[in-house]
């Protein structure tokens, strides 16, 4: 094995049709990755969670998505970023059933408990970026 | 935008998803099968996603609403055909899928309709199918 993280395909999130193309490119990067099928399953759930919140919540991003390897194990890691609003109350807004908008409130609660990582890194105004590993077993 | 299409055999609608919806296409399905069980008087609605390869928050509450709007109507909806990847996922996720029943293929789905559909059972919105006779 080479290095720690492959390069990063890059997602526009605009539209719907963006959220699909993001599901299908992390599903790609995790069958490339060796992932089983239901961790497969899992991350590409999480990153339609996501990317819907990029979308929505933030007004349009981006998604990363590169392979990552910690020479033991390969996995997926994606990269959320918007420039939105940001999130104001964190604690809040991972709570199961939380949501500001019309939502079930388990997008990102949800997402997290799919993945290995999740970091997430927001302040009011400035956007928020969000990043999750997911690993094979 | 492309549609999902939904099939009537007998009194049940059948709705196959075999793409990756956008949000939107789950919405307008939403709406043509309020519309299609109006029109037919179909009592039964059976869902097969055998061809979704991930049910997420959205797709779940659609599935939910769907559920609810048909049971107003006077169905039932069954989803059938969930793979187990799905299923460990959505429990994980922490989707309920409130109201929707569920079987594990078409068969059985239209089984379990037909099973329900022969007692006429008293339930909460019997009072939906009184006939129109409240005049003296």
């Known amino acids: 094995m080479t290095g720690a993280e492959g390069e990063a395909q890059v997602q526009a999130i605009g539209s719907d049709e963006d959220v699909v193309r993001v599901r299908q490119l992390v599903r790609t990067v995790a069958v490339a990755a060796k992932l089983s099928l239901v961790d497969q399953t899992k991350v590409v759930t999480a990153a339609s969670e996501l990317a819907r919140n990029t979308l929505v919540y933030g007004g349009g991003g981006q998604a990363a998505v590169s392979t990552v390897d910690n020479g033991q194990r390969r996995g997926v890691r994606v990269v959320f970023s918007d420039s939105g609003p940001g999130i104001a109350d964190l604690d809040l807004a991972l709570t199961d059933g939380y949501t500001s908008g019309g939502g079930l409130g388990l997008g990102l609660s949800g997402a997290r408990r799919l993945c290995d990582e999740f970091e997430l ?5 400035a956007g928020t970026t969000i990043a999750v590993v997911k690993w094979a077993r | ?11 049940v609608l059948l709705v196959s998803i075999q793409v990756d919806m956008q949000d939107q296409m789950a919405l307008q399905l939403q709406e043509d099968l309020g519309q299609r069980i109006v029109d037919t008087g179909a009592k039964g609605v059976i869902i097969d996603i055998t061809g979704l390869d991930i049910v997420d928050s959205f797709v779940g509450r659609t599935l939910s609403t769907i559920a609810s709007i048909s049971r107003v109507l006077d169905a039932e909806t069954i989803v059938v055909g969930m793979r187990p990847a799905v299923a460990i996922t959505l429990v994980e996720l922490g989707l309920s899928l409130d109201g929707i029943r ?6 059985r789905g239209l089984e379990l309709l037909a099973r329900n559909a022969e007692p ?15 005049s003296p």
């Open chain 1, 121 to 125: 890194d927001t302040a009011v105004g």
């Open chain 2, 1 to 11: 935008m492309e549609r999902v299409p939904i099939l009537k055999i007998g009194s």
């Open chain 2, 102 to 107: 569920t079987s594990l293929n078409v068969e």
């Open chain 2, 120 to 134: 006429e059972t008293v339930d909460d919105l019997d009072f939906l199918d009184e006939p129109e006779t409240t």
